[in-house]
C-alpha cells in the first residue's frame, strides 16, 4: 500500500509538472523554495477545515536519502474544542518538490480500535483500508496553497508561507515498538498436555484460527507487548491538548486519544490523589465494601453496583490506603481504612455461621427484594443489609491482607475496633476455605498469633510450615508457568497478594527463614512472569524480595539485576498507562480488525475445557499482542493486573464506573517500597 501511495506521489507530480505554464511572479518568500534546499525546513501554516474550522500549525520539510521530503504535519484548530480541550492533528507523509509546486502525500487511517461510540459505528472495512490524502500546493500571492480532502470527514483549504530552521528531532516522532514477550523454549511434556487439550476443543479445526494459521507470529508463537509512548512528554506539558495521530479526526478517533491523553498528561501523583477523591466518595458503600458505581451524565452518584469480588478488592483497597498512610501519615487514609476495615469484619459476622463469610455486602432495599437466591438479608443489626453467599479462596485473601494492613496502621485509641480485629483474626482459622485450601492456614494462624500475641497461635504457625516443608524445595516449590503467553493472570495477582501478606507476617513475627524462604518464592515467580512484563509483579518482588537481597537460584540462571531494573522501570509506565478518569461510554472494542492483528496458537486457559459444561470455542480465543492500557482495559476492566494479558475485544455500557483500586494498591506500593523513579 506505501509502495502504491508513493507511486501515485511521483505520478502526480509528473502530471503536474507536464503541464505547467513558463514563467510566474513568484513570491519573495517562495522564491528561496526553488533554490538546493530550500525547501527544507518548518513552515508556518494556515488553514480551515470545512468541519472544524480555522487552524494554525507547522509543516516539516526534512530531506530524506532519496530526494523527498519527510513530512510532519502538525494543527491546531482555533476554535474547535472538545470536552474543552483543544484538537490537534498529525499526519506524517511523504514530500516531492518540482518547479513551482509542492506535493505532499499523507497515509492515514480511520479505524483503529474502537469498533462503536454510542450510535456510531465503524465499518469492519475501516479499520483494514489506509486512506491515500494528497495535497498539492501552487504558487499564490498569499503563498504556496492547496485545497484537498481527507475522503470521510472534511475538506480542507490551507497554506504555508515563511519557514524556519529545522529542529535536531523532527516535529514528531513515532515511538511506539513491540517488545517480545515469548519467554523459554516450552517443555516437551508440555507441550503434549497443550496439544491434547487443543485437539479435545477442536482449536485447530475452527474456521478463525485457521485462518491465521499461515501467519508467521502464529507460527512462531511468539506473542508481543506493544509499547506506546508516544507524546508521553508532549502531554506532560500541554495538558490542555488532545493530539490525533494519522487518523481521520471524527468523534470516535478522537475518543481514542482522549483516554490516552487522560494516561500521560497527569502525573502519577495527581492521578493517585482523583483515585483516592474518587473511591472515597462513589465507591465505598453503605456496609463499607469497595464496589463499582452507577454514575449520571453530570458525574453524581446514582446507585453502588453489586460485584462478586468485592472481599479482595475490599481487602486491597484498604491496603493501598495503609501505604498511603505509612507514607503521607494522611488522616484520610486512617478514615478510609476504618470504614473498609468495619466492612471485612461485616463480611464474617453477618453470615451467623462460623466457618462461612460473605463474598460481599449490600444495602438491603424491601422493595426491590433479593437479587437472586445467592444472597439473604442479614439478622439483627444487619437487617438494613444483604449479604452474598460463596465466601472462597480467592475472597478470603481479601479479608487476610485487609486485617493485615489494618493491624499494620490502626490507631491504638481505636478500641472497639482492635477488639473485633482481633476477635475475627483467631475466627478466619475457623473459616470451611481455610481447612480446604491449607495454603490459607498459613496466614489466618499469623495473623491470629500477631494481632492477639497468643504464643499458642504462634506454635501452630510455626509448626505448620514445618509439615509442608521437604528437602527438596523448602517452602518454595514453584507452581507457576508462562508458556508463550498463556498463563493463569487472575491467579497471579491472587499468588501476589498472598505473597505480600505472608511475607510480611513472618516477617512481623520474626521468622526470618520462612520469610526469606517466600522471599525466594516470589522472586522463582518474578522469573517466570518476566517475559510477559506484569508490572504489579514486579513492584511486588522488588519490594518484598528484591530490595532485601534476595535473589533465587532462578534469577542467577535465567535473568540478571539488568533485567529486573529494565523491568522495573517499565513498571512505572504500567502505572502511567491507567487513565484518569477512565472513559465511561457505550463502547465497544475490536483489536482484531487491525490487519496486523494475530491469533493466539495456544488457547486461553486451555484448562478449562475440563468444566462441565465445556465453555464455547471463542472462550478460547486470545491474540499474540498486549495492547496498552488505553487502549483497551481503560475502557471496562474493574482490576487490570487480572485481566487477561493478549485479550483484545471488550464491550462498556455507560454509567457503570470502576473503583481504580488497581491503580491505588500499584502506586501507593510503589510509594510504600521506594520504587525508583515513580513520579
Not at 470545512?50 to 536519502?65: A, C, D, I, M, V
Not at 485545497?147 to 470527514?153: G, R, W
Not at 451524565?297 to 484498604?318: E, S
Not at 490487519?595 to 465453555?615: A, G, Q, T, V, Y
Amino acid at each position: 500500500m506505501k509502495a502504491l501511495s508513493f507511486l501515485f506521489l511521483f505520478l502526480s507530480v509528473f502530471s503536474v509538472v507536464s503541464c505547467q505554464h513558463k514563467e510566474k511572479q513568484i513570491p519573495r518568500d517562495i522564491a528561496s523554495l526553488q533554490a538546493s534546499g530550500g525547501m527544507e525546513g518548518i513552515w508556518f501554516l494556515q488553514g480551515t477545515s470545512s468541519t472544524r474550522g480555522p487552524y494554525n500549525g507547522e509543516l516539516e520539510l526534512r530531506k530524506s536519502h532519496d530526494g523527498t521530503y519527510d513530512v510532519v504535519r502538525i494543527v491546531t484548530y482555533i476554535n474547535y474544542f472538545f470536552d474543552g480541550l483543544k484538537v490537534q492533528e498529525v499526519w506524517t507523509g511523504k514530500a516531492v518538490a518540482t518547479g513551482e509546486t509542492l506535493t505532499v502525500s499523507y497515509d492515514i487511517r480511520q479505524g483503529d480500535f474502537i469498533t462503536r461510540l454510542g450510535d456510531l459505528k465503524r465499518d469492519p472495512s475501516e479499520f483494514s483500508a489506509t486512506i491515500n490524502v494528497v495535497s498539492r500546493y501552487a504558487v499564490t500571492p498569499n503563498g504556496l496553497a492547496t485545497s484537498y480532502a481527507d475522503k470521510k470527514v472534511s475538506n480542507y483549504t490551507e497554506w504555508i508561507t515563511t519557514k524556519r530552521d529545522l529542529e535536531v528531532k523532527p516535529l514528531w516522532v513515532n515511538q511506539r515498538q513491540l517488545m517480545s514477550a515469548k519467554g523459554p523454549k516450552i517443555p516437551i511434556v508440555v507441550r503434549g498436555v497443550i496439544n491434547l487439550f487443543k485437539k479435545d476443543i477442536g482449536y485447530e479445526k475452527d474456521p478463525l484460527v485457521k485462518s491465521y494459521k499461515n501467519r508467521k507470529e502464529y507460527k512462531d508463537e511468539n506473542p508481543y507487548i506493544v509499547f506506546d509512548p508516544t507524546d508521553f512528554e508532549f502531554y506532560r506539558k500541554n495538558k490542555d491538548v488532545i493530539r490525533v495521530v494519522n487518523k481521520v479526526v471524527d468523534d470516535i478517533s478522537i475518543t481514542e486519544a482522549v483516554v490516552k491523553r487522560n494516561a500521560y498528561a497527569p502525573t502519577l501523583e495527581e492521578k493517585a490523589r482523583s483515585y483516592d477523591r474518587n473511591a472515597r466518595d462513589f465507591h465505598i458503600n453503605e456496609a463499607g465494601i469497595v464496589t463499582p458505581s452507577q454514575i449520571d451524565d453530570q458525574g453524581r452518584l446514582v446507585a453502588y453496583n453489586l460485584h462478586g469480588d468485592a472481599a479482595l478488592w475490599t481487602g486491597m483497597y484498604l491496603g493501598s490506603q495503609a501505604m498511603r498512610y505509612q507514607v503521607t501519615k494522611d488522616s484520610e487514609a486512617i478514615d478510609n481504612v476504618k470504614r473498609t476495615l468495619r466492612g471485612l469484619i461485616s463480611l464474617m459476622e453477618i453470615t451467623g455461621d462460623p466457618q462461612q463469610f460473605a463474598r460481599t455486602l449490600a444495602l438491603y432495599d424491601p422493595v426491590k427484594g433479593l437479587p437472586d437466591s445467592r444472597w439473604h438479608q442479614g439478622k439483627g443489626k444487619f437487617q438494613h443489609l444483604m449479604w452474598q453467599e460463596g465466601g472462597n479462596n480467592d475472597m478470603v485473601k481479601g479479608i487476610t491482607h485487609g486485617f493485615l494492613w489494618a493491624g499494620l496502621v490502626l490507631p491504638k485509641s481505636e478500641g472497639e475496633l482492635w477488639r473485633d480485629l482481633k476477635a475475627y483474626s483467631r475466627k478466619l482459622i475457623d473459616l470451611q476455605v481455610v481447612w480446604d485450601k491449607p495454603q490459607n492456614k498459613a496466614a489466618a494462624l499469623g495473623l491470629a498469633a500477631w494481632l492477639t500475641n497468643d504464643s499458642a497461635f504462634k506454635e501452630e504457625y510455626i509448626g505448620y510450615y514445618g509439615k509442608i516443608k521437604t528437602k527438596l524445595t523448602g517452602y518454595s516449590f514453584d507452581s507457576t508457568f508462562y508458556w508463550h503467553g498463556s498463563a493463569d493472570w487472575s491467579g497471579i495477582n491472587l499468588g501476589l497478594v498472598g505473597d505480600v501478606t505472608d511475607i510480611t507476617i513472618a516477617d512481623l513475627l520474626g521468622q526470618t527463614k520462612i520469610r526469606d524462604q517466600l522471599r525466594e518464592r516470589l522472586m522463582d515467580a518474578w522469573v517466570t512472569y518476566a517475559p510477559a512484563q506484569r508490572h504489579l509483579q514486579t513492584l511486588v518482588a522488588y519490594g518484598f524480595a528484591y530490595k532485601h537481597g534476595t535473589r533465587g537460584g532462578n534469577f542467577r540462571s535465567e535473568s540478571s539485576d539488568s533485567k529486573f531494573a529494565e523491568s522495573l522501570k517499565q513498571a512505572n509506565w504500567g502505572l502511567r498507562e491507567i487513565p484518569y478518569p477512565r472513559p465511561n461510554l457505550n463502547v465497544s472494542i475490536d483489536h482484531s480488525l487491525r490487519p496486523d492483528w494475530c491469533m493466539s496458537p495456544i488457547p486461553r486457559l486451555f484448562w478449562k475445557s475440563l468444566k462441565k459444561p465445556e465453555p464455547p470455542i471463542d472462550y478460547f480465543y486470545q491474540g499474540l499482542y498486549n495492547y496498552p492500557v488505553f487502549e483497551l482495559q481503560a475502557f471496562s476492566s474493574n482490576f487490570v493486573w487480572k485481566d487477561t494479558a493478549f485479550g483484545y475485544q471488550l464491550s462498556h455500557v455507560k454509567g457503570e464506573e470502576e473503583s481504580g483500586v488497581d491503580y491505588l494498591y500499584a502506586y501507593w506500593l510503589a510509594k510504600y517500597v521506594g520504587a525508583n523513579n515513580v513520579d
